[in-house]
């Protein structure tokens, strides 16, 4: 395979719009790496990169006290699989699964969230190259 093209990733997460993040770090990731492997077009790959996200889930870490949360770690689960343009599966991943841990700020959900979105961007970012790595090591 040395034209790929990517397709949006589905989400099976409760994280609405996560998918073209993820998406598009994984497209950066490939072009970052192998730029000549991208192609735009599905008719002119003769590899067709699908995935979907897993699941994206926030768990507490760490606490002041029984009900304030000081940190949280929101995890993600990533599964790619490359097929050849007739369907026939080349490559998967199985679960690719990154953490991210992050601040909650005491009183202030505003910045919690905004906390909350860095941390699922840095995952996404990681994803990607995990992602990337674990199919270019077999090629």
Partial sequence: VTQVFITVLENRSAETGVE???T???IYEFTRNRKESIVQERSSADG???GTIVSLSVKNISRSN???AV???VTGTLNLRLESPDG???WSSGNIVERQSYTVVDGNKTAT???KSDAIAALSSRLAESAFNRM???F
Avoid: A, G
């Fill in 20 to 22: 073209s993040t993820f």
């Fill in 24 to 26: 598009n770090d994984l």
């Fill in 48 to 50: 067709i990169l699908t």
């Fill in 66 to 68: 029984v009900s304030t």
């Fill in 71 to 73: 940190e949280r770690r």
């Fill in 88 to 90: 026939r599966i080349i």
């Fill in 113 to 115: 969230d905004q906390n």
């Fill in 136 to 138: 270019t090591d077999d």
